[in-house]
């Protein structure tokens, strides 16, 4: 019954991809030429999917890290700022112990400021949705704002570097290069922070699946009366999947930085390229907060955003096509998940 | 600045900045009503934005641009009606889909008409209606009746929707499919119809709240303008417990808000912008907190009505 | 004289039952029709085709002698039928009267609240329904809340209505209000069909009386015209079913004690009042009352859903007052929660997954946290078969079972973990008659075997035929206790603050 409904998902996932494609038809592109090169952008050689995999690394690490709390249907909008966060946490550190510790601890030491921090940003909602129930989408997203600019003005005062400040472009210290994650494969630089992701996918499908953890936070998300029969501590769990959610989406910010980045830029949503916090919300939710199937959802969302660059260079559509893509996307995968499609139709027609 | 030439800056700015988060707020405050909760109001916002910007930009005409953003934003609407009403989806998942959409489709439309041009075109923006004589009260003349039209069509509305929706009989149904569709069916109410009249209703005042954002406030359209609007207009259905009455208050101290961490910024150089920025954020974070858990939603807020 | 209603061979199945067997129903004005049955008789069934709840498979409906399909309840009103359900659909957040306009009137109209008040005033002056038409419902009691539905159906000018169970959450004081309400709607000329299972209901206030047994019309005649006797006889046919339980055990030792106990409730205010009763090892304790008097919050605080603000609960001597629920049921408590698929149960998760809802903590189910499927599947497999569930297997979704396999499921599931004491609260609300036999079976056998049970239930034909004594809680406070041979009319009376 599981695979029936996974291949209704994939099938309605497809369509929406079709659907969504019908954007390039406003630059004078057919939409199925359109897909076709986007795709083949995305994945279509061996250079293209390197690539990918450095896109899928934050995004697959983001959206496992907000399946945890979406699991008990409560609804971390709030990634970006913690991962924000994250990265200023690891990226202070890093630079603050680089010149005294070797390499492995400042990694270690670093990814565990990113996860303290990215954790701590995620508590002002959940503690205001427990103690007042406040709606923690919206206060989740404000979070985000507040990270925005936090992060703009740390980075046009107190750590500002130095280049930066010459070329008037807000910037940190480039972290060294001896304290970046190792590279995988150093043409594309791959770097192992992708091994980390795996990891932590691997992790957290058995701990949703096979742990008591996981089963409170599932019986939480269906029923709040239920939760209360069963003796669990529906606040204490959230308060717990918040902090794991913000301290991994913190991560996902470190392994961006000590990865990829290697300095800290400002970032307004107007660069859809770093809003991993939000894309990893479709990426979580077309895979129906499954961590397994969150490994091919990025990927394969890895790839689009991946392949809209190229686009983008090659025919002048903006990169924001993604994020349409995405929401269609995410709205078709929503149809998919819906038990029996025509019976839910034919039953409201009568 | 004096103190007074400081006060007047501000009061002059509180209600172009109220008016998107005001008309936003008030097609929400109907859909949740009903109890359908539309996520989407950020990306229907966006989408009424750059169709109003499309539509004066090459057709120069401010009413027409309205009147399409309007329409963008109820067609918008339809989606997220059709997949929590008709297929009794998630509003959630719906409604972030849905900002998503047009979160980056405003973009790419607005790409695919106007490039990636560094300088952005712009449009002339409405002016305002000077209402003679009480224009040249002191202070308030200029305030309350040299706003823009969007101003008094937002009072308009206020008091339109408060009507409807607490002194008659299609209110007091609409109120009852949110609080309990299946009584409200028994009864001879269609939770279906009146569901997808508020849901449409908040889509079309989304769309005409990002209208007045391009076509009404700056002549622009910028990438993700709203920053977060349409979010806010959630909070402020929260905070007006689904009255028009309060929620207009919410948005006008919103507008006030915007208004006044845009002139302290302008003032005190000195402190980083970024912490005036952040400013309507905390606002939200403290509104919030500050309606607890005292008000009742509708029962149904949410809930998608199966039949049985 | 031409019935106003005319129901002719209506056939309704559905999956694997037949609800009802070409069944033939007549309704005329100015007479009380008692529809007779035992729970799962398919009464209800019948009186929601003719609502247009359901749509029957086969069989006509004539209203004014004219042959009418009935698709809503929209139109059955327009037909001037009314029906007033068990649980009564009104929305707590709205006043009396604005819950009568909902859908009064045309849409374009405005809301004269001020009209909507003589109306009610109108149609309710005669009839002695008195309430308070600017009250919210969430302020109303159960007895004014029926009222209110009445009036919602009679300001629709309904000539027939119909009332599903209306005593079962009454007492015996308020029954005997509402039965004079419905004979003066008789003298006005209008009909009233009464779905009981309450004998002494039909000999009170019928003047008509038809029995329905599996599904089937066995029986059709005036009031005058029938004993008791063959009223019973035709209900019951020749099955036997669980009466009161021959076997009264001894009390064992052990016990669930509660001691002066306070709790309040959702707003705050104090539910539970300084309530004292010790629960022995092999006896039924019954908790009657009226809906609302602190049963739901006595059952949470017991079971350790709720905080008590005072007082005491032990088990065993053990104090659990301010313990986790996982300590009190490895203390040996369980609860059987009224509310079946939101509490008892979540319906989308599989049987198996639902079975170690309290095991989960424990090993084998569960080590270091870490779960045991196969374990789960194991202990979903013995539920089921130890305890007649009726389902494909154990991977299934809890909520596609029907009301009485869930509620067996979790009758057994209490049973598997061996708990000793058992709280009830409802356990046979809403089941047929198959189901309700079982569980109360069940129960019955745990408590012989040396099992404590606290019975909470506002069934009090339930109460009667189960309990080895029973409390009566009103306002929070145990009121009075009674002993067999229990009182009907006292137990009636303590329930309505009669009797301190």
């Known amino acids: 019954m599981n695979y029936i409904k996974g291949i209704q998902i994939v099938f309605f996932i497809i369509i929406g991809l079709l659907v969504s494609s019908l954007s390039f038809l406003m630059f004078h592109i057919s939409p199925l030429n359109g897909l076709a090169s986007l795709i083949d952008s995305g994945f279509g050689s061996s250079i293209a999917l390197l690539e990918t995999l450095k896109v899928t690394t934050p995004l697959l690490i983001m959206a496992v890290g907000l399946s945890v709390p979406f699991t008990a249907k409560f609804w971390n909008i709030g990634g970006q700022g913690q991962l924000i966060i994250g990265e200023i946490a690891a990226t202070a550190t890093g630079l603050a112990l680089s010149p005294y510790l070797p390499p492995p601890l400042v990694i ?35 979070m985000n704002f507040v990270a925005v600019y936090l992060l703009d ?12 400040k010459l070329v008037h472009a807000p910037a940190s210290n480039p972290i060294p290069a001896s304290d970046m994650l190792p590279k995988l494969v150093s043409t594309v630089g791959l770097s192992a922070g992708i091994i980390i992701a795996l990891a932590l996918a691997g992790l957290f499908y058995f701990i949703l699946n096979y742990t008591n953890f996981g089963y409170e936070l599932r019986v939480i998300g269906e029923s709040r009366n239920a939760a209360k029969y069963a003796g669990i501590k529906a606040d204490r769990r959230i308060l717990e999947s918040m902090a794991i959610s913000g301290g991994i989406a913190g991560i996902a910010g470190m392994v961006l930085v000590f990865g990829t980045t290697q300095i800290l830029i400002p970032q307004f949503f107007s660069d859809i390229s770093t809003a991993y916090g939000y894309v990893g919300i479709p990426v979580a939710l077309i895979a129906s907060l499954n961590p397994l199937a969150i490994i091919a959802s990025s990927f394969f969302l890895a790839g689009i955003l991946n392949g809209a660059y190229i686009m983008e260079a090659l025919y002048s559509v903006p990169i924001d096509v993604v994020i349409t893509i995405y929401g269609t996307i995410m709205l078709f995968s929503m149809i998919g998940v819906i038990g029996d499609v025509f019976k839910a139709l034919r039953r409201w027609i009568k | 600045m004096n103190i007074s030439g ?53 057709y120069h005409s401010a009413l027409i641009a309205f009147i399409v953003a309007g329409l963008v934003g109820l067609a918008f609407s339809a989606v997220h009606a059709f997949i929590s009403i008709t297929l009794n989806g998630d509003q959630v998942v719906s409604g972030t889909a849905l900002w998503f959409i047009g979160w980056g489709l405003s973009g790419v439309i607005y790409a695919a008409y106007f490039g990636l041009a560094i300088t952005p075109p712009s449009v002339p923006t409405i002016g305002s209606i000077n209402i003679p004589v009480l224009t040249s009260l002191p202070i308030v003349g200029k305030v309350l009746f040299g706003e823009s039209p969007l101003f008094y069509i937002s009072i308009l509305i206020t008091i339109a929707l408060w009507s409807i929706m607490f002194r008659t009989q299609f209110g007091l149904n609409l109120r009852s499919v949110g609080e309990n569709p299946l009584v409200a069916e028994v009864m001879g109410v269609s939770p279906v119809i009146y569901r997808y009249v508020s849901v449409l209703f908040g889509g079309f005042m989304a769309g005409l709240a990002g209208a007045y954002l391009t076509v009404g406030l700056t002549g622009s359209f910028y990438f993700d303008m709203t920053a977060g609007m349409g979010f806010i207009a959630v909070a402020l259905v929260y905070f007006g417990k689904w009255n028009p009455w309060r929620v207009s208050v919410g948005a006008v101290i919103f507008g006030l808000v915007y208004a006044l961490s845009a002139e302290l910024e302008s003032i005190y150089t000195s402190v980083p912008y970024q912490f005036f920025s952040m400013w309507p954020y905390i606002a939200t974070l403290l509104i919030i907190l500050a309606v607890g858990k005292s008000a009742h939603a509708p029962d149904a807020l949410t809930m998608p009505y199966v039949r049985e | 004289m031409e019935p106003y209603i005319r129901m002719v061979g209506i056939t309704k ?20 029709h008692a529809l007779l049955g035992e729970n799962g008789a398919g009464k209800t069934t019948l009186m929601r085709v003719l609502y247009g709840l359901y749509r029957p498979d086969a069989g006509k409906i004539y209203v004014n002698g004219n042959e009418v399909k009935i698709g809503s309840p929209t139109e059955a009103l327009r037909l001037g039928i009314g029906m007033v359900h068990q649980h009564f659909s009104l929305i707590p957040y709205f006043t009396v009267a604005e819950n009568v306009a909902i859908g009064l009137g045309s849409w374009r109209n405005g809301l004269e609240i001020e009209k909507i008040k003589a109306m009610i005033k109108d149609v309710s002056e005669d009839l ?22 009445i009036i919602k159906m009679l300001v629709r000018g309904v000539n027939v209505l119909i009332l599903d169970e209306p005593t079962s959450a009454l007492t015996p004081q308020e029954s005997q209000q509402l039965f004079n309400v419905l004979k003066r709607m008789k003298d006005g000329g209008r009909g009233v069909v009464l779905i009981t299972h309450k004998m002494y209901e039909v000999m009170e206030v019928a003047d008509r009386v038809t029995v329905l047994r599996r599904g089937r019309v066995v029986l059709n005649a005036l009031k005058g015209e029938i004993s008791e006797k063959a009223l019973v006889e035709a209900m019951v046919g020749k099955e036997v079913i669980l009466g009161s339980p021959e076997k009264r055990s001894v009390p064992q030792k052990g016990a669930l004690s509660v001691e002066g106990l306070v709790v309040k409730g959702d707003r705050g205010e104090v539910a539970v009042n300084g309530i004292s009763f010790v629960v022995r090892g092999g006896e039924i304790v019954g ?27 032990t088990v065993d001597g053990v104090d659990i007052t301010n313990k986790d629920i996982r300590d009190r049921v490895s203390a040996g408590l369980e609860l059987i929660p009224e509310d079946r698929l939101g509490t008892a149960v979540i319906p989308k998760l599989s049987l198996f997954q639902n079975a170690i809802l ?14 045991s499927i196969s374990k789960a599947r194991d202990l979903a497999k013995r539920i089921i078969n130890s305890f007649g569930v009726a389902t494909p297997n154990e991977q299934v979704q809890a909520g596609s079972l029907s009301g009485g396999n869930i509620q067996k499921f979790v009758v057994g599931r209490s049973m598997a973990r061996g708990a000793r004491y058992l709280i009830a609260v409802n356990p046979t609300a809403g089941l047929d008659v198959a189901a309700t036999d079982s569980v109360r079976k069940t129960l019955v056998e745990f408590r012989n075997s040396g099992g404590a049970v606290l019975l909470v239930s506002e069934d009090l034909d339930e109460l009667l035929s189960l309990s080895d004594r029973l409390y009566v809680i ?6 009075k206790e009674f002993l067999p041979q229990f009182d009907r009319l006292a137990i009636g009376e303590a329930m309505m603050g009669g009797q301190q």
């Open chain 1, 108 to 142: 270690t030491a670093s990814m565990g400021a990113a996860f303290v921090g990215g954790a701590a940003w995620a508590m002002p909602p959940t503690i205001m949705k427990i103690k007042f129930g406040a709606n923690e989408i919206i206060t989740t997203l404000m």
């Open chain 1, 153 to 164: 003005y740390l980075l046009i005062g107190p750590m500002e570097g130095s280049q930066a």
């Open chain 2, 6 to 58: 400081i006060a007047i800056a501000v009061v002059l700015a509180t209600f172009p900045s109220a008016i998107p988060i005001w008309l936003a707020a008030l097609g929400e405050t109907v859909d949740q009503a009903s109890g359908v909760l539309d996520l989407g109001v950020e990306g229907i916002m966006l989408m009424g934005a750059i169709a109003a910007f499309v539509v004066d930009y090459f």
């Open chain 3, 13 to 32: 199945k559905f999956p694997g039952v037949v609800a009802n067997d070409s069944v033939n129903f007549e309704v005329y004005k100015g007479e009380i």
């Open chain 3, 128 to 149: 002695g329904l008195y309430v308070n038409p600017d009250a919210y419902v969430h302020q109303l009691s159960v007895g004014e809340r029926q009222r209110v539905e």
């Open chain 3, 287 to 313: 908790i009657a009352g009226v809906a609302g008097n602190g049963q739901r919050e006595l059952v949470e605080a017991i079971f350790g859903m709720r905080k008590a603000v005072s007082g005491k609960i």
């Open chain 3, 358 to 371: 309290h095991e989960r903590w424990w090993d084998p189910y569960s080590k270091m946290g870490v779960l």
């Open chain 3, 474 to 479: 009103y306002r929070g406070k145990l009121v």
